[in-house]
């Protein structure tokens, strides 16, 4: 719009832009990292093994999610369409660090019907492999989050082992819980959560309980809903029984088992049964 001498040609493969005389470029600016501003550089993101530096997706410096999410869908519209892959990017990676998990994979099925050679980048396969896990698709999640590319990051082996641990995968979550370490601090409460609760049932399943407590003390301090506590109360019962306190594992699992939340009033009473059992209180036939 300032010059009338530059041509814009649209080919078919892209944009040609062209001046009479020719066109006369700035030198090249230091570019900050991959996609530019805000850190986006999936690259160097992956260089400093954080492949889900959440903090940064989340733009945290704008003033509204939902100008935030104008803007990026504004670069998407704007760029043209060999060039969508980078914005596209910056739009999952915004919804997944918001915990928008459907937006997430939808924005992903895009970009890789029309860029798939990008879809095999392990950049792309954390990115999928995460929010597959978020939405429920844990064995798909498994599939996307083994890719050998993505071996030796701490921060995958905690996603792969809420993965493994979701499907049942106990001594696979546990192992890779274990190669993890801690939960990121930038994560959203509820994958903080979710990812917490995960590692404290592999823990107590090998045996680890005092690794159990740690996992379950990070969700307690994040000021827990109903349903999160009394999964946490659960699973404490689970380490009290663990290490010989029958009593103080009852005291937890009796009122769960006539609580309100089903996860825990199933899991509760069963255990309860399972522990008069072991207690000689009941035969099997009354089991």
Request: aromatic share 8%; no cysteine.
């Amino acid at each position: 719009p300032l010059s009338e001498d530059v041509t814009i040609r649209e080919l078919p493969d892209g944009v040609a832009v062209t001046k009479d005389g020719g066109l006369f470029l700035t030198k090249d600016l230091q570019r900050q990292d991959t996609f530019g501003e805000q850190g986006f550089g999936s690259e160097q993101a992956f260089a400093q093994g954080r492949p889900y530096p959440l903090e940064e997706w989340r733009l945290v410096n704008q003033d509204s999610f939902y100008r935030a999410k104008q803007d990026i869908q504004r670069e998407v519209a704007e760029a043209i369409s060999i060039s969508r892959t980078r914005p596209r990017m910056k739009l999952a990676r915004f919804f997944f660090a918001h915990g928008l998990t459907a937006e997430t994979l939808g924005v992903l099925r895009t970009v890789a019907a029309e860029d798939p050679e990008f879809s095999n980048t392990p950049e792309f396969k954390s990115l999928r492999g995460g929010a597959l896990y978020a939405f429920g698709r844990e064995e798909a999640a498994r599939e996307d989050l083994a890719d050998r590319a993505l071996d030796g990051n701490r921060e995958v082996e905690l996603w792969r082992g809420a993965a493994a641990g979701a499907v049942g995968d106990w001594g696979q979550a546990a192992e890779h819980f274990a190669r993890a370490g801690e939960i990121p601090g930038d994560y959203p409460r509820n994958y903080t959560t979710e990812i917490a609760l995960i590692a404290a049932e592999a823990a107590i399943r090998v045996g680890d309980n005092r690794g159990a407590g740690v996992f379950l003390d990070i969700v307690a301090e994040g000021s827990p809903s109903k349903a999160e506590a009394a999964r946490i109360d659960y699973l404490r019962g689970r380490v009290l029984s663990a290490v010989g306190d029958v009593e103080g594992a009852y005291s937890l699992w009796e009122p769960l088992a006539v609580g309100e939340d089903r996860w825990s009033r199933v899991r509760a009473a069963r255990a309860l049964v399972e522990e008069d059992l072991r207690q000689g209180k009941i035969g099997k036939e009354e089991a």
